[in-house]
Structures are given as C-alpha cells and as structure tokens.
C-alpha cells in the first residue's frame, strides 16, 4: 500500500471531522474568494472566524498531544477538500495558487482574544511548521501546475527548475502527492496528468504535421512562401526545432539503421525468451544497451561500469531461468545505475557523464531500450527523474540546462513510445 492511503487509516476524531465537514458543505456553496477569506481568518490569523463552534473545533485539534505530528496532514487535507472542488471546475482553477499562497503571508489580525491567545499562538507555530513540511512542497508545486500564466512554465532562464513541472505530466504521481494525500486527490492528479498529456501529444502531432508540411512547400518554393501558406504552429518544447526534429526522429522513426527503438526491443525479448538463464540474459542486456552507445565512449568506462553492475545483479540467481521477478529487478537496478538511486543516495555522476558525452537525446534513448523491454519499469523510470527534480527544484533553469534537455527528450520519447500518436512521418523532413 502506498504511503500516502496508509497514513488515512488512522482514527479520524470528532473535531476533525467537523471541520472536514464544515468545509465540504460551504465549498458547494460559496465563491473561491469566499473561501480563501476564510481559510485566512481560520488558519492564518487564528482570530474573527464567524463560526466560533468550529474555531473551537481548531483549538482542540492544535492544543491535543498529537497536534506535532498529525496537525500537517489535517492542514493539508482542508486544503483538498478546496482544490479538489474547484481542479474539477475549469473557471475554479485559478483560487487554488491563490489558496496556497496564502500560507506565505503574515497573519492580518492582531490577537485581540485574549481568552484565545495561548491557541492562536500555538495555531500559528504549527502552520509554521507545515509550510516547512513535504506536504507544503508539494502543495506549492500543484500551485506552478494550475497557474495559468506561463501556460507552460517560464521560459526565463534565471526561474527556478520547479518552474517548469507544469510541462512534465510524468512527474505528476510523483511530485504532487506526498504521504497524507486522500484517495480523492490521487484521482484528481490522474486526472490532471491525463489531460496535460493529452494536450502535449496534441501539441507535438500539430507541431510536426505543420513542420512536414512546411518542408514539402518549400521543395517547389521559397520559405517566405510556406510561411504565408501555412499557419505558423508554436514548438511546444524547450528544445530548439532542430533538437525536436532530432529526438522525435529518434525515438519514433527508423533511427536504429532500419529498425525503431520498438522493433529493436521486440526482436530483444524474442531472442531473451529462448535464452537458457539469467546469466545469458543479462549478457544479452549488456549487449543490447551498448549497441547504441559511442563505442569511443564506451571503451573508456561506460562498458566496463555497465558489464559490472549487470555482473554484480542478483547472482545467486545466475544459473535459474529468466522470470518476471528478475528481469522487473535487474532493470529497475539498471536504471538506478544510470540515472539516480534514491532521494537518500542522489549521486547522478554516470547520468551527467552520459548526457555530456553522447548527449540528451541518445542517453535518454538508452532509459528508453530498457523501459521497452520491461514496460513495468516505466514508472519506476519516472521516479528517477522526480528524484532528480527534487534535487534541482530551487536551482536557475541556465544552471542545469542538462536536467531541462534531459527532462524534455524523455517527454518526447514516452509520448511517441507509450501514447497512440504515430510520429513517424517525420522522416519525410530532409
């Protein structure tokens, strides 16, 4: 069970619940300012909250033994309860950064309630400590995804990589959940995954229709012509057009000599399901990844490094068949070994060295062999790389321009390998 629905199976107490209740009935009813107007009475100011039955409610939440360790989930799921109203109302959308920033300002009122004080007081230390907590990050994150200026993220190159998540539908689970988040919300991230990814492959399939076209037109005239002819469809990346062109020639069309990066894999698990043991197995691997890789690159360290950490995977289970087990583990471990390990271990050194040696787009052409082999693995690649957003999400975009090409080839290359968009007429640009 994930961590997040593990942490809800505890006891709700009857404080809480009222005010869960309290704000699921006004959330049908009253406008979204409406409702930031009183989430900043109730938990920023701590004081004038019309209702006092459920300011009372509060004081007995944040003033109980547990309010230190359980108050930031009972903070973050009143904040859901709102963005999952309004995240299913397209005109709603735009209250839900306002909401979270409110959490950045300072209280408004003065503590006037004497009777109260001690409460306010301890009310306001501990949202304190909820903008310092994971669930914060993540809600500040939601914030840069539902903002509707900069409809795909800054393009400033001193704005932080966080900026940017708004492009990457991949790091949704990962980025925008966080332990405490209620089945309801999970299924409003699927959802708001689904539609970013929807409307990036729309973009993408526009983009390259109009880019076809265009390079037919200008066979027989001059590109001032095209451009008259054709309406003009923006690039919906942050690579250039030619590194797009590029990318999605790779990882969509017949880039492998006269094979796909599908039929290259399809022709690896045909050959693997004869293979007589793990051992084999991974021999094959090993030589089914290096295929694409420089081989002046690849005699330096890379093959050895590789050889070793395949090597060094599972052997006491060298002599046994290939099964599901082995084959999910060993490339789930590849793809620690060339990406990142954890958030615990974040050493990305080999990753680094790859993309600065054979570039973004093969690199990522070499995670993309292996989550084709094992399409289980896929999310587990997309782990990787929310590992690595977390790591860079204060950092300027121009500080780690890598992480941002890298990012951007995987979303091509899991929107042309994993979505039904056909991409492959690409090829007919010269």
Not at 52 to 80: G, M, W
Not at 149 to 159: V, W
Not at 164 to 169: N, T
Not at 250 to 276: I, K, V
Request: charged residues 20%.
């Amino acid at each position: 069970m994930s961590t997040w629905t593990s942490h809800y199976n505890r006891q709700i107490d009857q404080e809480e619940q009222q005010l869960y209740d309290h704000l699921l009935d006004l959330v049908q009813v009253e406008l979204p300012s409406q409702m930031v107007g009183r989430f900043r009475a109730l938990f920023i100011d701590g004081t004038g909250y019309p209702d006092p039955e459920i300011a009372a409610a509060l004081d007995r939440i944040t003033t109980s033994k547990t309010a230190d360790q359980e108050f930031q989930y009972v903070l973050n799921r009143c904040c859901h309860i709102l963005i999952n109203r309004w995240q299913a109302r397209p005109q709603l959308q735009a209250a839900i950064p306002e909401l979270i920033s409110i959490f950045e300002s300072s209280p408004s009122r003065p503590t006037t309630e004497y009777s109260r004080s001690r409460s306010i007081r301890r009310l306001r230390e501990l949202v304190k400590k909820f903008v310092e907590s994971e669930q914060y990050v993540v809600l500040r994150r939601l914030a840069q995804v539902m903002a509707h200026s900069g409809e795909n993220g800054s393009l400033a190159g001193s704005e932080p990589i966080g900026s940017l998540i708004r492009r990457y539908p991949y790091l949704y689970e990962h980025c925008l959940l966080s332990e405490g988040s209620t089945y309801e919300h999970q299924q409003t991230i699927k959802q708001l995954q689904a539609r970013a990814q929807r409307q990036y492959e729309v973009d993408l399939s526009q983009y390259v229709t109009y880019q076809v076209r265009r390079s037919q037109i200008a066979r027989t005239a001059s590109p001032q012509t095209a451009s008259r002819i054709l309406q003009p469809v923006k690039n919906p990346t942050l690579l250039s057009d030619k590194e797009l062109c590029v990318a999605i020639k790779q990882f969509a069309g017949r880039s492998q000599g006269s094979c796909t990066y599908r039929d290259m894999a399809q022709r690896f698990l045909t050959h693997s399901s004869q293979t007589q043991s793990f051992r084999s197995f991974k021999d094959d691997l090993y030589e089914y990844i290096i295929a694409s890789v420089d081989p002046e690159y690849g005699k330096r360290r890379f093959n050895n490094q590789l050889y070793h950490q395949l090597k060094s995977t599972l052997p006491e289970s060298d002599a046994q068949r290939v099964n599901d087990f082995l084959v999910v583990r060993t490339c789930s471990q590849l793809l620690n070994f060339l990406v990142v390990e954890s958030l615990q271990k974040p050493q990305h050194y080999i990753f680094v060295d790859l993309i600065s040696n054979i570039g973004p787009t093969l690199a990522t052409g070499l995670l993309l062999k292996i989550v084709l082999i094992c399409r289980k693995v896929k999310p587990y690649l997309e782990k990787r790389f929310s590992i690595l957003f977390n790591h860079y999400e204060t950092c300027a975009r121009d500080a780690v321009q890598w992480l941002v090409q890298a990012m951007e080839n995987l979303n091509v290359a899991l929107s042309t390998n994993f979505s039904t968009i056909d991409l492959s007429f690409i090829n007919q640009i010269a």
